[in-house]
């Protein structure tokens, strides 16, 4: 055995999930509290809401269109390599944020550079890894684990950061976000994985393998999809906390929403990853776009208290992230595990298409016409087609050549 196998042994599954499942807790746990920086900055910088939107939106659009060519670059030249890349841009970009005095700035910092740093810390890089790492048996519920590490950090992030604002203001509590993302770099370390780990994958140019994706309804399908995911999520994330500020609710009730809303997709995530390996995904994801299409039309209907708010909170909780591992689960079983990463990335840069559209029209259509509800009734007519779309999908593997067949 070379010495440097013997290096690389400490990198079991076990350690690979642990240190992925941290990079999420901590990239998605920050990126989920930049809606508690909406009132405050827009107040104190004189702008409207439809500025701090934008600069959310373009994040959600940066993210998405460079995170294809960040899953691709993964597969080829290693995930770790992403991973400390993503995060100096992350770091830099929070650090410039707390710098912007002009929305253009605002724009650049907490859009562009933000957005291009999320490419390499979240889901298709990772989970990239942890497909290859894991047998098929126990995919789905690697990926069921890692996606509920990302929901931990929105739980356990949020009080903290609504803490920071509270004692040092948004500039400070940008900078303390700025040195929480940098513990990411370290635990890049665990995600190198040897080069004759990809000796056994099939023989296909990451151009071919994307050309065949597109070629397959079922997952132009599932990627059309997951846009209705992106709309319903961030529009919810970034406009919430302002949604009940405008009806009267203290802040705390905004944190605890939020927090609610990470600490029960958790359960969610898991939720998904475990039945993903018991049942058909379609049927899992066709369920959560219906579920969460009930929830909100519930949410807008009912009074609106603490009560219902939490109650909200709690059932969107269970669908807020969980359509990630049955969506990476079918790309992985359809396509094989050597280029996940960059087709998972395609099928999340329609995901964050809508977040872009979640996010601005929320803040453009509030500073039109005063209001959400445009919004929330489209959420609602989204999440209808998003069900019925994810029920013809076809999740069968590829059939290739014995050197071809996925992994």
Same mark, same amino acid.
């Given at each position: #055995?070379?010495?440097?196998?013997?290096?690389?042994?400490?990198?079991?599954?076990?350690?690979?999930?642990?240190?992925?499942?941290?990079?999420?807790?901590?990239?998605?746990?920050?990126?989920?509290?930049?809606?508690?920086?909406?009132?405050? #900055?827009?107040?104190?910088? &004189?702008?409207?809401?439809?500025?701090?939107?934008?600069?959310?939106? /373009?994040?959600?659009? #940066?993210?998405? /269109?460079?995170?294809?060519?960040?899953?691709?670059?993964?597969?080829?030249?290693?995930?770790?390599?992403? /991973?400390?890349?993503?995060?100096?841009?992350?770091?830099?970009?929070?650090?410039? +944020?707390? &710098?912007?005095?002009?929305?253009?700035? +605002?724009?650049?910092?907490?859009?562009?550079?933000?957005?291009?740093?999320?490419?390499?810390?979240?889901?298709?890089?990772?989970?990239?890894?942890?497909?290859?790492?894991? %047998?098929?048996?126990?995919?789905?519920?690697?990926?069921?684990?890692?996606?509920?590490?990302?929901?931990?950090?929105?739980?356990?992030?949020?009080?903290?950061?609504?803490?920071?604002?509270?004692?040092?203001?948004?500039?400070?509590?940008?900078?303390?976000?700025?040195?929480?993302?940098?513990?990411?770099?370290?635990?890049?370390?665990?995600?190198?994985?040897?080069?004759?780990?990809?000796?056994? +994958?099939?023989?296909?140019?990451?151009?071919?393998?994307?050309?065949?994706?597109?070629?397959?309804?079922?997952?132009?399908?599932?990627?059309?999809?997951?846009?209705?995911?992106?709309?319903?999520?961030?529009?919810?994330?970034?406009?919430? %906390?302002?949604?009940?500020?405008?009806?009267?609710?203290?802040?705390?009730?905004?944190?605890?929403?939020?927090?609610?809303?990470?600490?029960? *997709?958790?359960?969610?995530?898991?939720?998904?990853?475990?039945?993903?390996?018991? +049942?058909?995904?379609?049927?899992?994801?066709?369920?959560?776009?219906?579920?969460?299409?009930?929830?909100?039309?519930?949410?807008?209907?009912?009074?609106?208290?603490?009560?219902?708010?939490?109650?909200?909170?709690?059932?969107?909780?269970?669908?807020?992230?969980?359509?990630?591992?049955?969506?990476?689960?079918?790309?992985?079983?359809?396509?094989?595990?050597?280029?996940?990463?960059?087709?998972?990335?395609?099928?999340?840069?329609?995901?964050? #298409?809508?977040?872009?559209?979640?996010?601005?029209?929320?803040?453009?259509?509030?500073?039109?016409?005063?209001?959400?509800?445009?919004?929330?009734?489209?959420?609602?007519?989204?999440?209808?087609?998003?069900?019925?779309? *994810?029920? %013809? /999908?076809?999740?069968?593997?590829?059939?290739?050549?014995?050197?071809?067949?996925?992994?």
């Amino acid at each position: #055995m070379t010495l440097s196998a013997n290096r690389a042994d400490w990198r079991t599954p076990t350690v690979v999930l642990i240190c992925g499942g941290l990079i999420l807790t901590l990239s998605l746990g920050i990126r989920h509290g930049f809606g508690l920086f909406l009132q405050p #900055m827009s107040a104190d910088l &004189h702008w409207g809401r439809e500025t701090f939107a934008l600069a959310l939106a /373009v994040q959600n659009l #940066m993210w998405g /269109v460079t995170l294809p060519f960040a899953g691709m670059l993964a597969d080829k030249y290693g995930a770790h390599r992403m /991973v400390l890349g993503g995060t100096a841009l992350y770091a830099l970009g929070l650090v410039l +944020m707390a &710098h912007a005095g002009t929305p253009l700035m +605002m724009v650049l910092t907490g859009g562009v550079l933000i957005g291009a740093g999320l490419s390499g810390v979240t889901f298709s890089v990772v989970q990239g890894v942890l497909g290859r790492t894991f %047998p098929p048996e126990k995919r789905s519920m690697a990926l069921g684990i890692s996606a509920a590490a990302g929901s931990f950090g929105q739980f356990a992030l949020l009080p903290l950061t609504q803490t920071m604002l509270s004692h040092l203001g948004w500039y400070g509590a940008l900078l303390f976000l700025a040195a929480i993302a940098l513990l990411m770099a370290p635990l890049a370390a665990a995600l190198v994985e040897r080069r004759e780990s990809h000796a056994h +994958m099939h023989k296909q140019s990451a151009g071919e393998a994307v050309r065949e994706a597109l070629g397959h309804r079922g997952y132009v399908l599932l990627t059309i999809g997951f846009f209705v995911c992106g709309f319903q999520v961030v529009f919810i994330g970034v406009h919430l %906390p302002a949604y009940l500020s405008d009806h009267g609710f203290a802040t705390h009730v905004s944190v605890t929403a939020l927090a609610l809303i990470g600490l029960f *997709n958790i359960a969610g995530t898991f939720s998904a990853g475990w039945l993903g390996s018991r +049942m058909p995904k379609r049927y899992i994801l066709s369920a959560i776009y219906f579920a969460r299409t009930a929830v909100i039309l519930l949410f807008i209907l009912l009074p609106l208290t603490a009560t219902t708010v939490y109650a909200f909170s709690i059932a969107l909780g269970l669908l807020w992230l969980s359509t990630v591992p049955p969506t990476n689960g079918i790309v992985a079983q359809v396509f094989g595990v050597r280029y996940m990463a960059m087709l998972s990335g395609i099928t999340f840069f329609s995901h964050q #298409m809508g977040s872009f559209l979640g996010a601005w029209l929320g803040g453009k259509l509030y500073d039109t016409t005063g209001s959400y509800d445009v919004v929330w009734w489209l959420s609602i007519g989204l999440g209808v087609v998003a069900g019925l779309l *994810n029920l %013809p /999908v076809d999740e069968r593997a590829i059939v290739r050549p014995l050197a071809a067949r996925p992994a």
